[in-house]
């Protein structure tokens, strides 16, 4: 058995994350022991937050809303995607040193993937908030071209100069573009049956994933699906960021996992989080 390792989340409020749920799932069928607490922290907090987390010996801890990018600034050392996406995730205590990094950008790609081939294909990015820079960094690392759609167009155009993607517009937009690839990285249709686009505009072959996994149907895939088109849900998104976090913090271990057994973790954690639903 591996020392015991102290991680957990950070983000506010706590009450809905099913976080901790799926990496103490993975740690258990990994054999590690391992705890996984959510830190609920107010914005206020956060500087004596980063401190107090170092003094109870978490040496690695997820970040999520609102800190992503305010969490920046209590880093050591920025990872140079996390410098370019301008949002971390991800942080870890490398000898007396917290590195931050992201992992969205790469569990969104990999959920992408779980449909078909994402390489040099012609994306929608429905949004220009902190989960659409992570999209259009990774699509971007993939060759694919990348139409970023919002509401407010000035946001969109924004992102579109700062990662290089190929053009902004209005939502409207969408049925001149024809894209492979449609990511929802709007919160239109978290709780609520709503979409952020018309389901007359989807079509057969299209893989769409929807950011939101509340509820795990959302009114957007329900439409890909009455479409033809391949949905996947933003729970994959979820679960393979998380797999990459784990990679991230448990290949640090002297008896690190083998890949075999990172590949078994997206069921094991996908599992986790219907049972934490429930
Ligand atoms: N599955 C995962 O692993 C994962 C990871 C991260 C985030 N998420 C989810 O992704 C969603 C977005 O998160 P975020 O942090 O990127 O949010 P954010 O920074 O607040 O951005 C929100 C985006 O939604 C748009 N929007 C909000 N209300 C709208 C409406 N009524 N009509 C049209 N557009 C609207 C905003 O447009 P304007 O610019 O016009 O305001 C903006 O583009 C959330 O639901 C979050 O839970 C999922």
């Not at 401190?51 to 997820?62: D, M």
């Not at 992503?68 to 995607?81: A, C, H, R, T, Y």
């Not at 902190?130 to 946001?155: D, K, M, Q, W």
Request: glycine share 8%.
């Amino acid at each position: 058995m591996t020392a015991s390792m102290r991680c957990g989340i950070v983000l506010h409020p706590a009450g809905h994350t099913r976080s901790p749920a799926m990496h103490t799932a993975a740690y258990a069928a990994l054999g590690l022991d391992a705890d996984y607490r959510a830190f609920d922290v107010p914005p206020a907090d956060l500087p004596d937050a980063v401190a107090r987390l170092r003094a109870e010996g978490v040496r690695q801890f997820a970040v999520s809303i609102p800190h992503k990018e305010s969490m920046m600034n209590f880093v050591d050392e920025l990872e140079p995607v996390g410098r370019a996406i301008g949002a971390i995730n991800t942080v870890t205590l490398e000898g007396n040193r917290w590195i931050g990094t992201n992992t969205d950008w790469i569990g969104a790609l990999r959920a992408l993937e779980r449909a078909g081939p994402v390489d040099g294909r012609r994306a929608v990015v429905l949004g220009a908030g902190g989960t659409a820079r992570a999209l259009i960094y990774g699509l971007r690392e993939r060759g694919c071209s990348v139409f970023v759609l919002n509401r407010t167009i000035e946001r969109a155009q924004s992102l579109v100069d700062e990662l290089g993607a190929t053009e902004a517009g209005p939502l409207e937009r969408f049925p001149d573009l024809a894209p492979e690839l449609v990511i929802n990285t709007t919160s239109v249709g978290m709780n609520e049956d709503r979409s952020p686009i018309d389901a007359a505009w989807l079509s057969k072959g299209m893989t769409v994933l929807d950011a939101v996994y509340a509820p795990e149907e959302t009114r957007l895939l329900a439409d890909a699906k009455a479409a033809g088109a391949h949905p996947v849900g933003g729970k994959w998104m979820l679960v393979h960021q998380a797999v990459e976090q784990l990679r991230r913090w448990t290949g640090l271990l002297d008896d690190a996992p083998a890949e075999a057994d990172y590949a078994r973790m997206p069921e094991i954690m996908a599992n986790a989080f219907d049972a934490a639903d429930r």
